[in-house]
């Protein structure tokens, strides 16, 4: 029964941003390469993560804990499969979900009750799945009959709150955060954090990214500290925040 | 095999997205979908007038033939303008979840596909009001005719997604050459015409001709579609399948850093 749990695991992983992605590639900038103008930035490949080994079994809840540019985001897209990793091994298994950049995604010219639909898609659900989840979505994001009106009219506000509340009404095995984000007003706030509590009881694995570290202290039991695309500490998720404290001094 | 699953699997999602272009297409305009029918009415009239007069031929002739390689023609158009900023303008749902890519090149493909089989349903109106001797056997070739069109433009349209997501001229570059190709394919000229003016080696080697020869012999003639035209789109598409799967192999994975 072993291959039905969940697991993350990546062997010797590296992965490399390509810089030809970045180079300027319009018709002027080929004419000053070509005169011998020599650019004052060369664009190198960018090696985001570096000889990443950890394995992340059901029932472990971790922290990402590092500097800005670390590569707390870019990890959790490469367990999330976003982003291609240039060596090693890579082994996923379970149903991802992931909340990491939640306000985009919509037709902007679709209703919030048509883009309930097309997101729930996206996340790999059936017409049917999403049938029956949409009132409770629309319950829950608060938007009454601003569902019936096409999403560009929306506020930043309210576009989170439908995102989150459609992500969240989906279930996975390993769940993938990206920062608690701070949907909507206050009192959504609230009720958002004790959704995301419920939804990170119900998974098997959570890889959470944060500079919250009181939330990580009651959320994780495990903490990974990142620095530079490197694992500089794996383990106890206190003494992972005190490691990283440390390095802040 | 695994990634032809993963396509199906998301099935419900790229379908739904290409009804919603169709919805955003016509979106509060008056004629609705009607528009796919009356877009190449309109260009067929002014056309069937001018090259009428021009060459000569009684415009009732040239009337059915344009129209069906407008139609054809306007498919092929639309889903590779689109197809080439499949992926651009998909980004934020490649940056979200991980489906296989290949399912944006079909949305823009059946989207078109959608629009064109609309336009097919004013074609057929037209063939039984001025030629309905037409109708017969060889009609039952057309089924399995719009599925081969559909599995040859899905191909190029997928492999100028991925030309389209590394190079952002291409969209640019992309019109010039349908207008080019156009100039060189039976739309609304007569493939004698080329023939004629002796390029009729160019109707030869141009699968556009072929295809369109696989819709009008039925329509147009009452016949059955050439065992040559046949075979030229069977390898034709072949070809371009084979490519394509290159091209997805090969490119899929970094297409996520160059949006």
Known sequence: MNSMKSLIHFDNCNLHYCSSAYQETSLRAYIFRLGGWKCSHPVRD????????VRIDTGEK????????????????????????????REVRGTIRSL????????????????IMYRGLLLGQTPKQIRQLREEIIDFSELGEFINYPIRTYSAGMLVRLAFSISTSIRGD??????????????????????????IDRAEILVFASHDLET???????GLVLNHGTIIYDGNVEDALACYQDSLL | MDYIIKIWLSRYFWSHLALADLR????RSFLGLGWCFVKPFGMTLLLSFVMGHIFHTPIDDSVLFIYSGLVIWEFIVLSVLTGSNAFVNAQLYIGQ?????????????????????????????????????????????????????????????????????????????????????????????????????????????????????????????????????????????????LLACLVIIHQERRVIFYL
């Open chain 1, 174 to 199: 390993i769940l993938l955060l990206d920062e608690i984000m701070s949907a909507g007003d206050i009192a959504f706030q609230q009720k958002a954090r004790n959704r995301i509590n419920a939804l």
């Open chain 2, 97 to 241: 979840f991980k489906h296989p890519l290949a399912i944006y090149p079909l949305r823009s493909v059946l989207a078109a596909f959608i629009d064109m089989l609309f336009a097919f349903l004013g074609l057929i109106i037209f063939v039984f009001v001025r030629k309905p001797s037409n109708f017969g056997m060889a009609w039952m070739g057309l089924l399995p005719t719009f599925l081969l069109l559909f599995l040859t433009v899905l191909p190029v349209v997928t492999i100028a997604a991925f030309i389209g997501v590394r190079f952002r001229d291409f969209s640019q570059l992309v019109t010039l050459l349908m207008q080019a190709l156009q100039l060189i394919s039976p739309v609304f000229f007569q493939p004698e015409v080329f023939y004629k003016g002796n390029i009729g080696f160019i109707m030869d080697i141009n699968p556009i001709y072929h295809l369109m020869e696989l819709f009008r012999a039925p329509l147009l003639r009452g016949e059955w579609a050439s065992g040559t035209d046949l075979a030229f789109i069977l390898l034709t598409a072949f070809s371009l399948w």
């Open chain 1, 100 to 115: 990491l950049e939640l306000s985009l995604g919509f037709e902007p010219d679709a209703t919030g009750f048509e883009n």
């Open chain 2, 24 to 27: 955003s297409r016509y979106k």
């Open chain 1, 216 to 222: 990580m202290r009651g959320l994780c039991t495990r």
């Open chain 1, 62 to 89: 971790v922290g990402l804990i590092g500097h800005n540019g670390a590569g707390k985001s870019t990890l959790l897209k490469a367990i999330a499969g976003l982003y291609p990793i240039s060596s090693g091994n």
């Open chain 1, 46 to 53: 960018i090696h985001a993560l570096k000889d990443i080994n």
